[in-house]
């Protein structure tokens, strides 16, 4: 349960497209009976080539594809009534279909594009450390030997960016930088002695046991 601010005028939606869609893009509110009763729900088209966008609650209408067609009418516009899900819909067409690829970041109640939470950041563009710059003790030195971070590529995969100093977590220290899916080893102290190996920092393809990189630190 949540209450929409009487000062909103409108929903705010953070949103990212590989592939637009060739018919329409939309945003539906409905009511509690929006899914079996037509006027218990309201949409309307998002216009944009990109987000965020910003739709007013007195652009969702029963029918939104009939809106500006003097032939037909989209129905009345939505008035306050209350809210049970928001939804975001892809129309097919009879002849042809309808690919698209798109990300909701965050959506919710506002005044302006500016109210739309979260960021969208081009895939791959992630920035981010992960291990530590300094001597730790305990379980932060074992913690920061072991982090991990999930990212995106620019391949719009899933990688994971691992530390991975390992074996003397309580005498060495290591810090890793990075971008997307690349990283830079930028902080190492201490050594395993003679030609033992003491740290792995990997990336590694999310959900797969396959190593795509592997650097030896002694």
């Given at each position: 349960?949540?209450?929409?601010?009487?000062?909103?005028?409108?929903?705010?939606?953070?949103?990212?497209?590989?592939?637009?869609?060739?018919?329409?893009?939309?945003?539906?509110?409905?009511?509690v009976?929006?899914?079996?009763?037509?006027?218990?729900?309201?949409?309307?088209?998002?216009?944009?080539?990109?987000?965020?966008?910003?739709?007013?609650?007195?652009?969702?209408?029963?029918?939104?594809?009939y809106?500006?067609?003097?032939?037909?009418?989209?129905?009345?516009?939505?008035?306050?009534?209350?809210?049970?899900?928001?939804?975001?819909?892809?129309?097919?067409?009879?002849?042809?279909?309808?690919p698209?690829?798109?990300?909701?970041?965050?959506?919710?109640?506002?005044?302006?594009?500016?109210?739309?939470?979260?960021?969208?950041?081009?895939?791959?563009?992630?920035?981010?450390?992960?291990?530590?710059?300094t001597q730790?003790?305990?379980?932060?030195?074992i913690d920061a030997?072991?982090?991990?971070?999930?990212?995106?590529?620019?391949?719009?995969?899933?990688?994971?960016n691992?530390?991975?100093?390992?074996?003397?977590?309580?005498?060495?220290?290591?810090?890793?930088?990075?971008?997307?899916?690349?990283?830079?080893?930028t902080?190492?102290s201490?050594?395993?002695?003679?030609a033992?190996?003491?740290?792995f920092?990997?990336?590694?393809?999310?959900?797969?046991v396959r190593?795509?990189?592997?650097?030896?630190?002694?």
């Amino acid at each position: 349960m949540a209450t929409i601010p009487s000062s909103a005028t409108g929903i705010a939606v953070n949103w990212s497209a590989k592939i637009a869609p060739v018919t329409a893009f939309r945003i539906q509110i409905q009511g509690v009976k929006g899914a079996t009763d037509p006027t218990a729900r309201w949409c309307a088209t998002i216009t944009d080539a990109s987000g965020p966008s910003f739709v007013k609650f007195s652009d969702f209408y029963p029918s939104c594809w009939y809106v500006g067609v003097a032939s037909q009418n989209p129905g009345t516009a939505y008035a306050s009534q209350s809210i049970d899900a928001v939804v975001f819909l892809v129309p097919g067409t009879i002849t042809a279909k309808a690919p698209f690829d798109f990300t909701i970041v965050g959506f919710a109640p506002g005044t302006s594009v500016a109210d739309a939470p979260g960021k969208v950041a081009a895939c791959g563009t992630t920035t981010g450390t992960v291990g530590s710059t300094t001597q730790l003790s305990g379980q932060a030195s074992i913690d920061a030997a072991t982090q991990r971070a999930a990212v995106t590529g620019t391949d719009r995969k899933k990688y994971i960016n691992n530390n991975n100093n390992w074996g003397n977590e309580s005498g060495t220290y290591q810090s890793l930088s990075y971008t997307g899916n690349s990283f830079t080893d930028t902080v190492t102290s201490g050594s395993g002695g003679g030609a033992n190996v003491v740290s792995f920092p990997s990336l590694v393809p999310d959900g797969c046991v396959r190593w795509l990189r592997d650097l030896e630190r002694r």
